[in-house]
Nanobody, 121 residues
Framework: QVQLVESGGGLVQAGGSLGLSCAASGNNFKINDMGWYRQAPGKQRELVALILSSGRTIYADNVKGRFTIARDSTKNTAYLQMNSLKPEDTAVYYC???????????????WGRGTQVTVSS
């Protein structure tokens, strides 16, 4: 089983910046894709950014140019740098990692517990 630990987040004023990180741990696994999702109160969880094993990145339209996703494969860690934050970015942010358990050749799809990001106006 692969576990994810998220850190970062908090309270920031509009126009400010925050950084999130997500570290994956476990035994004998290989990560393919790493992503960040968010869920605001009363809304469905939505994709924020995704970084594939190839290094290709995908962003939601409403964060393009403001958010940057990155990964450090040596540390099994994903990062999300959020700049020019807006009140509508307020949500719980979840890390998601998809990969393979190498011992079994089976895929896994793990989620973090989430971290709160609040942007005040």
């Amino acid at each position: 089983q692969v576990q994810l630990v998220e850190s970062g987040g908090g309270l920031v004023q509009a126009g400010g910046s925050l950084g999130l990180s997500c570290a994956a741990s476990g035994n004998n696994f290989k990560i393919n894709d790493m992503g960040w999702y968010r869920q605001a109160p009363g809304k469905q969880r939505e994709l924020v950014a995704l970084i594939l094993s190839s290094g290709r990145t995908i962003y939601a339209d409403n964060v393009k140019g403001r958010f940057t996703i990155a990964r450090d494969s040596t540390k099994n860690t994903a990062y999300l740098q959020m700049n020019s934050l807006k009140p509508e970015d307020t949500a719980v942010y979840y890390c998601n990692v998809i990969g393979t358990i190498t011992d079994w050749g089976r895929s896994f799809d793990s989620w973090g517990r989430g971290t709160q990001v609040t942007v005040s106006s």
